[in-house]
């Protein structure tokens, strides 16, 4: 006889639940929320307790509460176990289908009485829109059935055990199950019922499952609308003038749905039993001539891929927390969303049919950690799990197929290949032919309808958009895009603007979804934000579940601006010299009479002069130039920008301003030295080191000098799986980490000090020998540095500039270059010219991990710490109430504390960040190749 829970390591997706149907919120039917505070019990394994908790007798006195949406280790302050991550390999022994004895399961009830006006006649439906991993569900007693799929809805049929008062729900939730080997989603695993629970009520002739078709003749404007409905009824929509039966098609003149051009009609299902309204998009999607287009135009992914996220309440989701993502997708110009790993909230897709997104709609499928053991005994390649991808399948296509958002079906993530996944690609085309499939796994596409990649790098891309790629016909004949690329991992990603330029240039590369939108650390007083290995896991991967364009707390991070920037639907190139400004159309569908033009002229970041700019309302592709006004003065520069009917920012472009390179020295008497020290004009220095006490009446906590180290970024480290050059890991190897100083030689020439100096590695014969030869006048103090490296340099350098310290007083900054944040040399095109100010703790980047950030660029001087700097070239500046080595050493944010010297970084130049810690690593254009080197800096101090 088979034990009670055996269900929990059956392959099959369970028993009992309803086939799967449209989803939707609103309806004429009666409907309860089961959500809130139910009484819970937490269990070690599966089996520590039988099933007389179900029964409605059962006195439940002595149980916790959880919240319900919720996941149980999310609450209780650690009571209730605690969260886990793991990125590829299962936190349990590979043995499919068995998971081990020690399963947390959690026991859930709820009591709930039927409304005063609930129908007494029809039937009810109980639906469970996210359980975590596995559940088996009971009503007033009576056991309904089990079902795995946890991002999935299941529905149980409880009309005939209603009772007015009284109900009790009960629910068993195991965190670990067969279900669990197709859930390897790189992300917290985290038990629990974490999405709604709902009692629909369903009226006799009421509505069961409809299909919205709704297609668009791009050539003619007119749109064509059909409903299948399970149950017979009337379909209108006033707006359109349509009043037909359901399964009737019905052909009129319409404006069609896009991303850019959301357009919705408002309509109708009304059976004899009940009326749901619908919102009607109107598009037709199609591979034709190797493209993907919809309505007629090909268009072009700029888009992310999206967990569901949130610090405290983990993937229970609310409304406005959908709703705030989506806004700030709109709001930094994305267009797409890839669904990773699983079906969203379906609140969210409606969400993307309402403010115009294209979706790629996932299932809920990964078996990544079966790539530990080449891919053997993978579920997707064994006839034992085919019923439950062919469920998991059907669930996310009916659930979700009357979003017009959604333009692919994608089979699922990193699960190798298989008969499995060839059912599922065979199932989704005869269910919903109107889109297409995606599946990034399918090198050779034998079931997928475009050629999906991650990582792949920037010359590889180009090889695949000039057709030299190589590989089967069938791929070589379809589009391509990026499913994941520009891993957003702490500081970066670097290289965005060049993967886009590629995106543009092929007309098959239609571009790419960045990994990923929001940091996952989970909240918390100790770290401020936790990452894997925060709760004491045996197997974790650290912060790599840290790697969003948000931060935790939906912040945008520098890496969300610079994507902003680059994959703005307007370009703006602005020719100072011909006074004109080139105008180009980057959207798919939209002409630009929404948008708004503007300019300003500015001398040094202060605007003298502003006016606005008539552009023609150019059409996709198109491009004008644009003459502007003269201005007064010829010593300044031009921003242009683009302004949406609500003021905001679209788009901008400035015309670029050469830094004239001051090679003159300052001369000032200075004296012999006495007692030790050295005046030269308002500077005094140590006659035997060289080193720069003060200026006028600002004394130095720490002399200028030279600065190779940086504290590594995630994409400096790279990733453990790689092969190729991970710099952070060949800096510390030939220790840039704990470089040595060494005088050669303090010598005074007529008006100037010069300090000759070596610096390198211990164990190492290579170094850097650094002149810095001082000048100065009456008010002003001019450093020159001259570099020269020495050996066998065969890695490039992390920074090259100068550090100083300065005591802690006034802590703002002002400065006239790039911002107003961060950039380095692959990752400044949102650095925008300007005047700026802060104050020193903003300057700071609060990546989850700490590492290398605040880089401000192109800054011709700055005003901080009592003091003007003004460099030549232009430099980067960081400052920060920490050293580099302390920044190193921190890996989580509260480790840093602020000290008493203030910690300023002038840097020549920097390397580049690249993409690393998943994908590629820096370009070659954007490393910092050990050379000779001479750049200065002139200090003064301020009134």
């Not at 349509?242 to 959301?262: H, K, L, Q, R, S």
């Amino acid at each position: 006889m088979p034990t009670s829970i055996d269900y929990v390591t059956d392959p099959s997706p369970g028993h009992g639940a309803l086939p799967p149907r449209a989803w939707y919120a609103d309806s004429s039917a009666n409907s309860v929320s089961l959500n809130g505070t139910w009484d819970f019990r937490l269990s070690a394994t599966a089996d520590a307790h039988d099933d007389s908790f179900a029964s409605p007798a059962y006195d439940a006195d002595g149980w916790s509460s959880v919240s319900v949406p919720g996941h149980w280790v999310m609450q209780g302050d650690g009571a209730f176990g605690a969260p886990a991550y793991t990125n590829v390999l299962y936190p349990f022994p590979v043995d499919p289908p068995r998971v081990p004895d020690e399963n947390p399961t959690g026991d859930h009830l709820r009591v709930f009485d039927l409304p005063g006006d609930w129908p007494g006649d029809g039937s009810a439906v109980v639906r469970f829109d996210g359980v975590e991993s596995c559940a088996r569900v009971w009503l007033n007693g009576t056991e309904l059935g089990e079902f795995k799929g946890s991002r999935l809805p299941h529905e149980f049929e409880v009309g005939h055990l209603l009772a007015p008062t009284g109900n009790v729900l009960a629910v068993r939730v195991h965190q670990w199950s067969a279900g669990s080997y197709l859930e390897d989603q790189d992300q917290w695993w985290l038990p629990g019922i974490f999405r709604d629970v709902t009692l629909l009520h369903r009226p006799t002739g009421g509505v069961r499952d409809f299909f919205t078709h709704a297609s668009y003749e791009h050539t003619t404007g007119l749109g064509t609308l059909r409903v299948d409905s399970d149950v017979a009824g009337r379909i209108t929509v006033p707006e359109l003038g349509v009043d037909v039966p359901t399964g009737e098609p019905v052909t009129v003149a319409v404006e069609p749905w896009t991303a850019e051009t959301p357009r919705l009609y408002d309509g109708e299902l009304a059976t004899a039993g009940e009326r749901v309204p619908l919102r009607i998009g109107f598009r037709t999607v199609e591979l034709s001539d190797g493209l993907i287009k919809v309505n007629g135009t090909p268009i072009l992914f700029k888009g992310v891929n999206r967990h569901e996220w949130h610090p405290e309440h983990g993937r229970a989701l609310d409304l406005e927390t959908m709703r705030r993502d989506v806004e700030l997708m709109k709001a930094h110009n994305i267009n797409a969303v890839r669904t990773s790993h699983y079906p969203p909230h379906p609140a969210f897709l409606a969400l993307c049919d309402e403010y115009g997104l294209w979706v790629i709609d996932e299932c809920d499928l990964e078996t990544h950690g079966f790539v530990e053991q080449g891919w053997r005994d993978n579920p997707v390649d064994d006839e034992r799990w085919t019923p439950a991808l062919l469920d998991r399948a059907a669930r996310t296509v009916e659930r979700d197929k009357n979003h017009p958002s959604i333009v692919l079906w994608s089979l699922g993530n990193e699960a190798g290949t298989g008969r499995g996944l060839t059912a599922m690609a065979e199932w989704i085309r005869a269910r919903d032919p109107e889109r297409l499939v995606h599946y990034e796994g399918d090198i050779n596409c034998r079931d997928t309808d475009v050629y999906s990649r991650m990582y792949a790098d920037h010359a590889e891309v180009e090889r695949i958009g000039q057709g030299v790629d190589g590989g089967p016909e069938k791929r070589r004949r379809l589009p391509f895009i990026q499913c994941e690329y520009a891993h957003a991992m702490g500081n970066g990603p670097g290289g965005l603007a060049d993967y886009q330029r590629l995106f543009e240039k092929y007309e098959r590369l239609q571009g790419g979804f960045v990994w990923e939108w929001i940091d996952h650390g989970v909240a918390d007083e100790r770290h401020g934000y936790a990452y894997g290995g925060d709760f004491g896991e045996e197997l974790h991967d650290g912060n790599f579940v840290c790697d969003g364009l948000l931060f935790p707390d939906r912040t945008p991070s520098p890496g969300l601006i610079e994507f902003k920037k680059v994959i703005e639907p307007v370009r703006i190139a602005v020719d100072g010299a011909a006074g004109t400004v080139q105008v180009t159309n980057r959207y798919d569908f939209r002409d630009l009479s929404h948008l708004a033009f503007d300019w300003t002229y500015e001398v040094e970041g202060e605007a003298v002069e502003r006016g606005t700019l008539t552009v023609p309302p150019l059409s996709p592709g198109e491009t004008a130039d644009v003459k502007l006004s003269a201005p007064a003065t010829s010593d300044g520069y031009w921003t242009v920008r683009a302004l949406d009917g609500d003021g905001r920012e679209v788009a901008w472009g400035q015309n670029s301003v050469a830094v004239v390179r001051n090679t003159a020295t300052l001369f000032g008497g200075h004296t012999s030295p006495a007692d030790g020290v050295i005046t030269l004009g308002p500077a005094t220095f140590d006659a035997r080191t060289g080193d720069l006490r003060a200026i006028g009446d600002v004394t130095l906590a720490s002399a200028p000098r030279l600065d190779v180290w940086r504290a590594p970024t995630d994409n400096d480290d790279g990733a453990s799986w790689q092969s190729g050059e991970r710099l952070g890991l060949l800096w510390r190897k030939f220790g840039l980490h704990r470089m040595q100083h060494r005088v050669d030689g303090v010598e005074l020439d007529g008006a100037a000090l010069t300090v000759r100096t070596r610096v390198g590695p211990a164990s190492r014969d290579i170094g850097l020998r650094a002149n810095y030869r001082w000048t100065a006048d009456e008010r002003r103090l001019r450093l020159t540095v001259s570099v020269a490296p020495e050996g066998d340099w065969r890695i490039p350098l992390p920074r090259l500039g100068v550090r100083l310290g300065l005591p802690v007083g006034d802590l703002g900054v002002r400065w006239f270059g790039g911002g107003p944040g961060e950039a380095y040399p692959d990752t400044r095109d949102a650095a925008r010219l300007g005047r700026w100010e802060s104050d020193v703790a903003a300057l700071h980047t609060p990546y989850v991990r700490p590492q290398e950030n605040g880089a401000r660029a192109d800054v011709r001087w700055a005003e901080l710490g009592g003091l003007r700097i003004e460099g030549e070239p232009a430099y980067a500046l960081t400052a920060r109430r920490w050293t580099t080595q302390q920044l190193d050493a921190a890996t989580h944010r509260t480790d840093l504390t602020p000290g008493d010297t203030l910690w300023v970084h002038l840097d020549h130049s920097q390397q580049g960040i690249g993409t690393q810690s998943c994908g590629p690593g820096v370009l070659p254009q954007y490393r910092l190749t050990p050379g000779p080197a001479e750049f200065s800096f002139t200090f003064e101090q301020l009134a």
